[in-house]
């Protein structure tokens, strides 16, 4: 079975510097993806970046990159330079390739709080 | 803006009554993907709609039930609706295949009383 972990239930950062988010994953799929959403307090969930099993370059969009460790089935989301607007619950998810429906599992999240 | 819209934003409504959640996946977009969030449950995957079929069933209950039109806009249907029903319930949506990015809708917040 599929499963993600977050064992960061709270977190807090000074703006303007960076933070890592922490998440592990475990899955007997040799190929799956992985996904961070942002989720701010008004609800909705922002696709942040995505990193697949076989991308042999971690993944970056803008401020946001993937620490991919396949080894150690961890996947940590990295914020460079946190802004006050990325205060928000972050989640980490998990879709399996082999699995038609391409669900996504996700973890329990990680609640940031960036201070001025 | 992903480009799903979801409607109602909140609803407001008694036990045992029956409500529908509508959803309009990002143009050009063929998988429909339905999710519940709620406090003791976090994140699940309800079902999924792949060009007007169902594809998957995740953990969703009899009383739930969905369908994707052929326009391709789906909707959630909840019925005999229980107190433990209060939850966020998100649509994403994805390209040619499913296999591409969930992209989510702003949720409808569903408040059973």
């Known amino acids: 079975a599929q499963k993600i972990t977050q064992t960061q239930p709270g977190m807090f950062v000074q703006e303007k510097e960076a933070v890592t988010l922490d998440c592990t994953y475990d899955?007997?799929?040799?190929?799956?993806?992985l996904f961070w959403y942002k989720q701010p307090s008004s609800g909705e969930m922002i696709f942040l970046i995505y990193q697949g099993s076989y991308d042999q370059q971690n993944a970056t969009e803008g401020r946001y990159s993937l620490n991919f460790q396949k080894a150690r089935k961890s996947a940590n989301l990295v914020i460079s330079a946190s802004q006050l607007g990325d205060s928000a619950m972050y989640f980490c998810a998990m879709r399996g390739m082999m699995d038609s429906s391409y669900k996504l599992i996700f973890g329990s999240g990680t609640r940031l709080l960036v201070r001025p | 803006d992903s480009g799903v819209t979801q409607t109602p934003k909140h609803l407001i409504t008694a036990t045992g009554q029956r409500v529908t959640l509508r959803c309009s996946p990002r143009?050009?977009?063929?998988?429909v993907y339905w999710y519940q969030q709620s406090l003791d449950q976090g994140l699940q995957f309800l079902i999924q709609?792949?060009?007007?079929?169902?594809?998957a069933k995740g953990n969703i209950l009899e009383r739930f039930s969905a369908q994707q039109f052929p326009d391709l806009h789906s909707e959630l249907n909840l019925s005999s609706l229980e107190l433990g029903d209060s939850a966020l319930y998100f649509c994403?949506?994805?390209?040619?295949?499913?296999?591409?990015?969930?992209?989510f809708g702003p949720g409808t917040r569903l408040l059973v009383l």
């Open positions: 709609y792949y060009n007007g079929e169902e594809r």
């Open positions: 143009s050009g977009d063929l998988s």
């Open positions: 994403a949506s994805s390209g040619t295949g499913g296999g591409g990015t969930q992209y």
């Open positions: 899955t007997s799929d040799p190929s799956y993806g």
